[in-house]
């Protein structure tokens, strides 16, 4: 099956700093999502995003689906943030399936 | 907010026995997924139900199974529970596929 690779794993920042987070894959996808998950486990979707590029508010994504990777972009960041993020994606038939990658881990400090 | 909601929140259960959690989609939401998130890692797919029937499955034994009813809620069963099994159990809606999803808040299980 698809493979989903997340980088960096975990991820400390100081409130206002900026970051970029990686999601590569292994094969064509026609269905990618990224996912902010806060401590109490609620997934919070933040960009569907197969291919191009997104904006909402301080957060951005790009997918570039011939080279498979897609990068989540935060701007300014505030400890609210905080939590791991997750990317999922959805390959040919079977878009449906959402495999996702181990996630990365991100604090942002006061 | 998500529109999809999960219940119960948290629950123990012994080895053995079975467990039932139900979930509640947004209104049009034809299509329901279920998830296993182990602790630590990203959720894994358990199996969909498109319009009350199973379109789709993971790398799940039988003994997890769901049930999707027209009012847009649904239910996975998981019999005989092993300790492995602890983990937390996410419900996910979208209209039709290849759409946004949205996840409720998820059910803890506890195994002993």
């Known amino acids: 099956g698809i493979q989903v690779e997340q980088s960096p794993p975990d991820l400390i920042l100081q409130e206002g700093a900026n970051s970029t987070l990686r999601c590569n894959f292994s094969?064509?996808?026609?269905?990618l999502q990224w996912f902010h998950q806060n401590p109490w486990g609620q997934l919070i979707n933040l960009f569907y995003i197969p291919s191009g590029t997104k904006q909402n508010g301080r957060l951005s994504a790009t997918t570039v689906a011939t080279e498979r990777y897609s990068l989540l972009y935060i701007s300014s960041s505030q400890t609210t943030d905080s939590g791991v993020y997750f990317c999922?994606?959805?390959?040919?038939?079977?878009?449906?399936?959402?495999?996702f990658g181990k996630g990365t881990l991100l604090t942002v400090n006061p | 907010e998500t529109g999809v909601t999960q219940s119960p929140t948290h629950l123990i259960k012994t080895r053995g026995q079975q467990v039932t959690l139900r979930c509640s989609s947004q209104s049009g939401h034809n299509t329901v997924s279920w998830y296993q998130q182990a602790l630590g890692q990203g959720p894994q797919f358990i199996f969909q139900?498109?319009?009350?029937?199973?379109?789709g499955r993971g790398n799940f034994p039988p003994r997890f199974s769901g049930l999707q009813f027209p009012n847009y809620s649904s239910e996975l069963n998981v019999n005989a529970l092993e300790l492995d099994d602890s983990a937390l159990y996410l419900c996910?809606?979208?209209?039709?596929?290849?759409?946004?999803?949205?996840f409720g808040e998820g059910s803890w299980l506890t195994v002993v």
């Open positions: 996910a809606s979208t209209k039709g596929v290849g759409n946004t999803i949205y």
């Open positions: 999922a994606v959805g390959s040919g038939g079977s878009n449906y399936k959402l495999t």
């Open positions: 094969d064509s996808v026609n269905n």
């Open positions: 139900y498109y319009r009350e029937e199973e379109n």
